[in-house]
Nanobody, 120 residues
Framework: VQLQASGGGLVQAGGSLRLSCAAS????????MGWFRQAPGKEREFVSA????????YYANSVKGRFTISKDNAKNTVYLQMNSLKPEDTAIYYC??????????????WGQGTQVTVSS
């Protein structure tokens, strides 16, 4: 499974971005999908995950109520809608495929990351 993340950019605090993660494999619907982020000098941090059916969603407390994860199995794509962005959301965002979990080790495949920068 190859994952291609996109949609990052520079946005002012309070703004919105939508990240996309396109998967190459037709077996996309067999995987739970997750989003992680990593800021400079910090460890990779769980952001959100969605079950393979799309029926179960998980969010880190820091993004709950502001971010929404979704997936379109027909397009082999998972999305992360990010609203009310804060400077502390600045990081490289990675998508991953595997078993939905806050632990990076539970995911088998990773995208290359997309930079999100939120200015104050």
């Amino acid at each position: 499974v190859q994952l291609q993340a996109s949609g990052g950019g520079l946005v002012q605090a309070g703004g919105s971005l939508r990240l996309s993660c396109a998967a190459s494999a037709r077996t996309f619907s067999s995987y739970d999908m997750g989003w992680f982020r990593q800021a400079p000098g910090k460890e990779r941090e769980f952001v959100s995950a969605i079950s393979r059916s799309g029926g179960i969603l998980y969010y880190a407390n820091s993004v709950k109520g502001r971010f929404t994860i979704s997936k379109d199995n027909a397009k082999n794509t998972v999305y992360l809608q990010m609203n009310s962005l804060k400077p502390e959301d600045t990081a490289i965002y990675y998508c991953a495929a595997g078993n939905s979990s806050p632990r990076p080790g539970e995911y088998d495949y990773w995208g290359q990351g997309t930079q999100v920068t939120v200015s104050s």
